[in-house]
């Protein structure tokens, strides 16, 4: 026999038939209307909130490093305070030796007598500079006798000052000093106290 079975084609067609109603019918046209907008929308506002978000950070992030340069600009300024404080109390340290002054303002004096009693003071500075120094010997020249010239550059300008020294000490009144000499001389001291850091400058 030809042709088909009506029962199977009857059931053939409905499945047919139910199939194009399930693919065509509104459900699927709803769903597929609709599907496309609430992907786009949860893109959507995935977009804004972490445009939102960015811009949140970014104002946090200009936030910390404006902080962060206001405390680094505060610890500068006092360690940059403090350092200043140090060089103050260094230079206060490193204040002009009060011997010294009073040496300068002999030798810079009109009176002849002083410019001898500079002398004599730096002297006794070179005396105590040995005593520090420990070296053998009891007088300023069994000291220098003793000193290590490698360590004391300034050997020779003490030599020669603490022997004129002795000169004006022996001969008082007697020994000639003018201005120019005296400067001289305590310019030899000058450069020993200045090897020892006694004297600044």
Request: hydrophobic share 45%.
């Given at each position: 026999m030809?042709?088909?079975?009506?029962?199977?084609?009857?059931?053939?067609?409905?499945?047919?038939?139910?199939a194009?109603?399930?693919?065509?019918g509104?459900?699927?046209?709803?769903?597929?209307?609709t599907?496309?907008?609430?992907?786009i929308?949860?893109?959507?506002?995935?977009?804004?909130?972490?445009?939102?978000?960015?811009?949140?950070?970014?104002i946090v992030?200009?936030?910390y490093?404006?902080?962060?340069?206001?405390?680094?600009?505060?610890?500068?300024d006092k360690?940059?305070?403090?350092?200043?404080?140090?060089?103050e109390?260094?230079?206060?340290?490193?204040a002009?030796?009060?011997?010294?002054?009073?040496?300068?303002?002999?030798?810079?004096s009109l009176?002849?007598n002083?410019?001898?009693?500079?002398i004599l003071?730096?002297?006794?500075?070179?005396?105590?500079?040995?005593?520090?120094?420990?070296?053998?010997?009891d007088?300023i020249a069994?000291?220098l006798?003793?000193?290590?010239?490698?360590?004391?550059?300034?050997?020779?300008?003490?030599?020669?000052?603490?022997?004129?020294?002795?000169?004006?000490?022996?001969?008082g009144s007697?020994?000639?000093?003018n201005?120019?000499?005296?400067?001289?001389?305590?310019?030899?001291?000058?450069?020993?106290?200045?090897?020892?850091e006694?004297?600044?400058?």
């Amino acid at each position: 026999m030809t042709g088909i079975d009506p029962l199977h084609s009857n059931s053939i067609v409905e499945i047919v038939k139910n199939a194009y109603s399930f693919f065509t019918g509104p459900g699927v046209h709803t769903f597929l209307s609709t599907a496309p907008y609430y992907i786009i929308n949860i893109f959507a506002r995935f977009v804004i909130f972490s445009l939102f978000f960015s811009v949140a950070m970014c104002i946090v992030t200009i936030f910390y490093f404006r902080r962060m340069k206001a405390i680094e600009k505060k610890i500068m300024d006092k360690v940059i305070l403090h350092d200043a404080s140090e060089k103050e109390n260094l230079k206060a340290d490193m204040a002009e030796n009060p011997k010294w002054v009073l040496i300068q303002s002999h030798i810079n004096s009109l009176d002849a007598n002083k410019w001898k009693l500079a002398i004599l003071e730096a002297d006794i500075m070179l005396a105590d500079l040995l005593e520090s120094l420990h070296l053998s010997g009891d007088t300023i020249a069994d000291k220098l006798k003793a000193v290590d010239t490698s360590d004391f550059h300034s050997i020779e300008e003490a030599w020669e000052g603490h022997k004129i020294r002795n000169a004006i000490a022996h001969q008082g009144s007697d020994f000639l000093l003018n201005e120019r000499e005296a400067k001289r001389v305590i310019g030899l001291y000058q450069k020993v106290f200045r090897e020892f850091e006694m004297i600044k400058g």
